[in-house]
């Protein structure tokens, strides 16, 4: 027995000895091994936020296909952590679209982040961001530790698989039961979120759809094989295979009818947090850099054919995000046009680009011809109102998208949409060839309607499956305010009337003196029959129009018709000469034009000036009066618009009149811009 007892002792302190071997030995494997770590880079996938990963700095791979704009990216250089990282390494140039590897490191937040345009990607302008972060090439730092795994803020993390190659255009795969049960449904929500779709947190392989009722959004996007966009409000159960689905719909009171138009369909599921935090995704407030008022013409006839019509408004969609649509920036409307125009929204029904997109997908072809005079016509009197958010401030500007050329004619109508300040684009497609140009109605029409012909108005695309090309071209263009010559200033227009006198106390050299002065002033503005035009009454006791309005339309006609004005010499009637200008100049002034008269004199009148410069007054003639040496200061006053602080002058010689040409000039602008400008 006592043998015995000893042997299972020492068998057991035996197996104990062996059992400490071979701990002890793994111990010193995995010490050994623990001394050369291998660094694993992490993935993550396109739409991930900095602001979801906890990490203060690291090292991760970006997938291919991150040059999406559905991927946003707010600000430049200096990211807001609300953006995708991949997006803003691509925007950076640090990768392309792709892929590779990146080095991120967060920093404090900012007071404004600037959106622009960089390595295919349009940034989005921001206010201020919480948190920030910058991109730079994924190289490790000399003393550095990254981590392998990344950590993520909430269970929501789009953490790329090592084995996983993520696609532009990549979607989730979901399969759902194609059964069809009368009592259970997928409710399909109409409003669809502008950003990448995913599948409930929860995996379910496959969905059942006789145990669980599910709530989905559905959407398509122009993807690169021509699926058409569509939101749809239908109840459905579906069977989706990869990124396409077809769709078996049924309303509230239908029995799972075939609705051919719901094939095709990219699908994927709206977890409950997203949808909650829906409302917290910061919207842009727009590029303040582009702040226009813009309204797009957009060709609904019939010869565009349905296909077309959708490349039409993906082309708008486009346009709307490269745009960065905003409050702070430009704002966009939409007047489509056919047999007649009509207003599919104004400038203040959508201020993000998010939503314009939207708004866009669900406008429905018009039918009919292509009225285009009609539809600039429309536009000047109805669009850029206050009532339909014209902001005044802003450059007012209207592209016409043209497919072919018009069925009417535009030179008219563009005319009276250039004096009211409307700065006109046209975009042509598929323009007539050779053997067609029999059939356009008005030769030339685009240059006769532009705001300038010298090519910075006008785009000409040879193929709709081509207008893709000018999307970055146009929105360059129309951001270029200091180029929107048709837009109104102080200095293009008005209708400038001068009433010179021209009596004998003035003499011949002080004659030329004062014609020198109204050149001066000339030389100032910009002169066009578009633009500001200029006018001219001599007067002794009578008077003479030397020139009106319509007489000459460039600056260099003007300067040359006041060197060729003859003095006349005679008595001094003020408050005649103001009623024959009222009479013979400014009753053709143009109804949108602002009226100035500007009445230079240079001693008491021998009639009453009162009731003339009362008239003028009353007729909206803003009136400025420049005296010289003997001239009736109480005169001035009477003539002068009030205030006439502001619109009275005086100088004591013919030699210091040119000393009043700023001061006038400025006086001119600083009403101007005081008042509403359309």
Same mark, same amino acid.
């Given at each position: 027995?006592?043998?015995?007892?000893?042997?299972?002792k020492?068998?057991?302190?035996?197996?104990?000895?062996?059992?400490?071997?071979?701990?002890?030995?793994?111990?010193?494997?995995?010490?050994?091994?623990?001394?050369?770590?291998?660094?694993?880079?992490?993935?993550?996938?396109?739409?991930?936020?900095?602001?979801?990963?906890?990490?203060?700095?690291?090292?991760?791979?970006?997938?291919?296909?991150?040059?999406?704009?559905?991927?946003?990216?707010?600000?430049?250089?200096?990211?807001?952590?609300?953006?995708?990282?991949?997006?803003?390494?691509?925007?950076?140039?640090?990768?392309?679209?792709?892929?590779?590897?990146?080095?991120?490191?967060?920093?404090?937040?900012?007071?404004?982040?600037?959106?622009s345009?960089?390595?295919?990607?349009?940034s989005?302008?921001?206010?201020?961001?919480?948190?920030?972060?910058?991109?730079?090439?994924?190289?490790?730092?000399?003393?550095?530790?990254?981590?392998?795994?990344?950590?993520?803020?909430?269970?929501?993390?789009?953490?790329?698989?090592a084995?996983?190659?993520?696609?532009?255009?990549?979607?989730?795969?979901?399969?759902?039961?194609?059964?069809?049960?009368?009592?259970?449904?997928t409710?399909?929500?109409?409003?669809?979120?502008?950003?990448?779709?995913?599948?409930?947190?929860?995996?379910?392989?496959?969905?059942?759809?006789? @145990?669980?009722?599910?709530?989905?959004?559905? @959407?398509a996007?122009?993807?690169?094989?021509?699926?058409?966009?569509?939101?749809?409000?239908?109840?459905?159960?579906?069977?989706?295979?990869?990124?396409?689905?077809?769709?078996?719909?049924?309303?509230?009171?239908?029995?799972?009818?075939?609705?051919?138009?719901?094939?095709?369909?990219?699908?994927?599921?709206?977890?409950?947090e997203?949808?909650?935090?829906?409302?917290?995704?910061?919207?842009?407030?727009?590029?303040?850099?582009?702040?226009?008022?813009?309204?797009?013409?957009?060709?609904?006839?019939?010869?565009?054919?349905?296909?077309?019509?959708?490349?039409?408004?993906?082309?708008?969609?486009?346009?709307?995000?490269?745009?960065?649509?905003?409050?702070?920036?430009?704002?966009?409307?939409i007047?489509?046009?056919?047999?007649?125009?009509?207003?599919?929204?104004?400038?203040?029904?959508?201020?993000?680009?998010? #939503?314009?997109?939207?708004a866009?997908?669900?406008i429905?072809?018009?039918?009919?011809?292509?009225?285009?005079?009609?539809?600039?016509?429309?536009?000047?009197?109805?669009?850029?109102?206050?009532a339909?958010?014209?902001?005044?401030?802003?450059?007012?500007v209207?592209?016409?998208?043209? #497919?072919?050329?018009?069925?009417d004619?535009?030179?008219?109508?563009?005319?009276?949409?250039?004096?009211?300040?409307?700065?006109?684009?046209?975009?042509?497609?598929?323009?007539?060839?050779?053997?067609?140009?029999?059939?356009?109605?008005?030769?030339?029409?685009?240059?006769?309607?532009?705001?300038?012909q010298?090519?910075?108005?006008?785009?000409?695309?040879?193929?709709?499956f081509?207008?893709?090309?000018?999307?970055?071209?146009?929105?360059?263009?129309?951001?270029?305010?200091?180029?929107?010559?048709?837009?109104?200033?102080?200095?293009?227009?008005?209708?400038?009337?001068?009433?010179?006198?021209?009596?004998?106390?003035?003499?011949?050299?002080?004659?030329?003196t004062?014609?020198?002065?109204?050149?001066?002033?000339?030389?100032?503005?910009?002169?066009?029959?578009?633009?500001?035009?200029?006018?001219?009454?001599?007067?002794?006791?009578?008077?003479?129009?030397?020139?009106?309005?319509?007489?000459?339309?460039?600056?260099?006609?003007?300067?040359?018709?006041?060197?060729?004005?003859?003095?006349?010499?005679?008595?001094?009637?003020t408050?005649a000469?103001?009623?024959?200008?009222?009479?013979?100049?400014?009753?053709?002034?143009?109804?949108?034009?602002?009226?100035?008269?500007?009445?230079?004199?240079?001693?008491?009148?021998?009639?009453?000036?009162?009731?003339?410069?009362?008239?003028?007054?009353?007729?909206?003639?803003?009136?400025?009066?420049?005296?010289?040496?003997?001239?009736?200061?109480?005169?001035?006053?009477?003539?002068?618009?009030?205030?006439?602080?502001?619109?009275?002058?005086?100088?004591?010689?013919?030699?210091?009149?040119y000393?009043?040409?700023?001061?006038?000039?400025?006086?001119?602008?600083?009403?101007?811009?005081?008042?509403p400008?359309?």
């Amino acid at each position: 027995m006592g043998i015995a007892v000893l042997a299972m002792k020492a068998s057991v302190i035996e197996m104990f000895l062996v059992w400490l071997l071979i701990g002890t030995s793994g111990t010193k494997e995995v010490t050994k091994k623990s001394k050369k770590p291998k660094f694993s880079v992490p993935q993550i996938n396109c739409d991930v936020k900095a602001g979801k990963i906890i990490n203060p700095e690291f090292i991760a791979k970006c997938p291919a296909g991150c040059q999406d704009p559905k991927y946003h990216v707010y600000g430049t250089d200096i990211y807001a952590s609300y953006s995708s990282v991949c997006g803003a390494a691509v925007h950076s140039g640090v990768v392309d679209n792709s892929g590779g590897k990146i080095l991120v490191r967060k920093v404090a937040g900012q007071s404004g982040y600037k959106g622009s345009y960089s390595n295919g990607i349009r940034s989005l302008s921001l206010p201020r961001w919480r948190e920030s972060f910058i991109i730079s090439e994924g190289k490790q730092k000399r003393g550095m530790t990254y981590p392998s795994t990344l950590e993520y803020s909430s269970p929501k993390s789009s953490v790329a698989k090592a084995d996983e190659t993520t696609k532009p255009y990549q979607k989730s795969t979901v399969l759902l039961s194609t059964t069809l049960l009368p009592t259970t449904t997928t409710r399909v929500l109409a409003t669809t979120p502008a950003g990448p779709l995913s599948t409930t947190p929860k995996p379910r392989t496959p969905l059942d759809t006789t @145990t669980t009722t599910s709530t989905f959004t559905i @959407t398509a996007r122009l993807q690169p094989g021509g699926h058409r966009t569509r939101d749809t409000g239908f109840r459905s159960t579906a069977a989706y295979v990869g990124n396409h689905s077809i769709a078996r719909a049924h309303t509230a009171g239908e029995a799972g009818s075939w609705k051919p138009g719901l094939a095709l369909l990219d699908a994927g599921s709206k977890p409950n947090e997203e949808l909650k935090t829906r409302s917290l995704e910061p919207v842009s407030k727009g590029d303040p850099n582009c702040k226009v008022d813009l309204s797009f013409l957009i060709d609904g006839s019939w010869s565009i054919g349905k296909r077309r019509f959708r490349i039409q408004k993906q082309f708008l969609k486009d346009v709307s995000q490269a745009l960065d649509i905003g409050p702070a920036g430009p704002l966009l409307g939409i007047v489509q046009y056919g047999d007649d125009p009509s207003m599919e929204f104004n400038l203040k029904t959508h201020v993000d680009s998010r #939503d314009l997109k939207a708004a866009i997908e669900k406008i429905s072809q018009k039918g009919g011809l292509s009225n285009v005079g009609r539809a600039l016509s429309f536009v000047t009197k109805n669009f850029f109102s206050n009532a339909n958010g014209n902001r005044g401030g802003a450059p007012n500007v209207a592209i016409v998208m043209v #497919d072919g050329w018009p069925t009417d004619k535009v030179e008219e109508a563009s005319r009276l949409a250039r004096e009211s300040g409307i700065n006109i684009f046209f975009i042509t497609i598929e323009g007539a060839v050779e053997n067609e140009k029999q059939n356009v109605i008005e030769p030339n029409f685009v240059n006769k309607a532009v705001c300038r012909q010298n090519g910075f108005y006008s785009l000409n695309v040879l193929s709709w499956f081509s207008l893709h090309k000018i999307v970055q071209p146009l929105v360059k263009r129309v951001c270029d305010t200091n180029r929107l010559a048709c837009s109104k200033t102080c200095l293009n227009s008005a209708d400038i009337g001068f009433v010179i006198d021209g009596s004998s106390s003035v003499g011949t050299g002080n004659f030329r003196t004062l014609l020198q002065f109204v050149a001066n002033l000339s030389k100032e503005f910009e002169i066009s029959d578009t633009d500001t035009r200029i006018g001219a009454v001599q007067y002794t006791y009578e008077q003479r129009l030397e020139f009106g309005f319509d007489k000459y339309s460039t600056k260099q006609d003007i300067l040359n018709a006041i060197k060729r004005v003859n003095y006349w010499s005679g008595g001094t009637s003020t408050g005649a000469a103001i009623n024959y200008a009222l009479e013979h100049l400014f009753k053709k002034s143009k109804p949108n034009k602002r009226k100035l008269m500007i009445l230079i004199t240079d001693g008491r009148s021998y009639d009453d000036v009162r009731v003339p410069a009362m008239a003028a007054h009353q007729n909206g003639v803003i009136t400025y009066s420049v005296g010289i040496a003997w001239a009736a200061q109480d005169e001035l006053e009477v003539i002068a618009t009030h205030p006439t602080k502001d619109h009275s002058f005086f100088v004591d010689e013919f030699d210091d009149l040119y000393r009043s040409v700023p001061k006038i000039i400025q006086n001119i602008c600083t009403e101007f811009n005081s008042q509403p400008r359309n």
